[in-house]
Structures are given as structure tokens and as C-alpha cells.
Nanobody
Framework: QVQLVESGGGLVQAGGSLRLSCAAS????????MGWFRQAPGKEREFVAA????????YFADSVKGRFTISRDNAKNTMHLQMNSLKPEDTAVYYC???????????????WGQGTQVTVSS
């Protein structure tokens, strides 16, 4: 079992930056692919970014490529999403996810955090 807790959300102006963090419990954190998803009001949850267990490979939705980066620290059981050049359309609740199946499109996950709100004002 893995428990995930997100932090770092907030209100930012368009063009600004935010860094989301995900703290995970459980000894098997380092064996899981991890990722971020988001859900905007009235829309379905969508994939944002993923990182393999080793951190050597990363994947991004087209909408965030070049603006977002994903990283992890297996020694600290943490994962981060650095979001730059934020746009109002990035406004959503962002969810940390663990145990991703990167072979599916979009990736499927076994574990989810409760989410953190990101609001980008124009």
C-alpha cells in the first residue's frame, strides 16, 4: 500500500511558476513509476507527466511539454512537478499517482493522492 500527499499548489499569475511535491509512504516507492494528473472543473482527469522508477525516463502531455519538468528522489520518497510559464488553462486540481502502467495510453495508476489546487489567473 502506498499513501500519497501532494503539496505546493496555490494561486499564481499567468507566466509564473509553481513547484508541486508528492510525499509517498511505503517501502516500495522506488520500484514504482510515478506521475501527475490533473482535473479541471467540468472536465475529465487527464495525464500530465510521468517518470520511471529510476528517473531516467520522463513523459509529458503535449500541452505541458517544454514548460513542466518532473523529478523524483527515491531516497526521500518524494516526487516533484516544476511548472513554468503557467497559463490559465493549467488551472486544475493536480493529483499525484503511483504504480503507473506506462504501457497504457493514457497511463493507468493504482494509487492516488487527494489532490492540490492550482489556479492560474490571467
Amino acid at each position: 500500500q502506498v499513501q500519497l500527499v501532494e503539496s505546493g499548489g496555490g494561486l499564481v499569475q499567468a507566466g509564473g511558476s509553481l513547484r508541486l511535491s508528492c510525499a509517498a509512504s511505503g517501502r516500495t516507492f522506488s520500484t514504482y513509476a510515478m506521475g501527475w494528473f490533473r482535473q479541471a472543473p467540468g472536465k475529465e482527469r487527464e495525464f500530465v507527466a510521468a517518470i520511471t522508477w529510476s528517473g531516467t525516463s520522463t513523459y509529458f502531455a503535449d500541452s505541458v511539454k517544454g514548460r513542466f519538468t518532473i523529478s523524483r528522489d527515491n531516497a526521500k520518497n518524494t516526487m516533484h512537478l516544476q511548472m513554468n510559464s503557467l497559463k490559465p488553462e493549467d488551472t486544475a486540481v493536480y493529483y499525484c499517482a503511483a504504480a503507473l502502467n506506462l504501457g497504457s495510453n493514457p497511463p493507468l495508476a493504482d494509487y492516488w493522492g487527494q489532490g492540490t489546487q492550482v489556479t492560474v489567473s490571467s
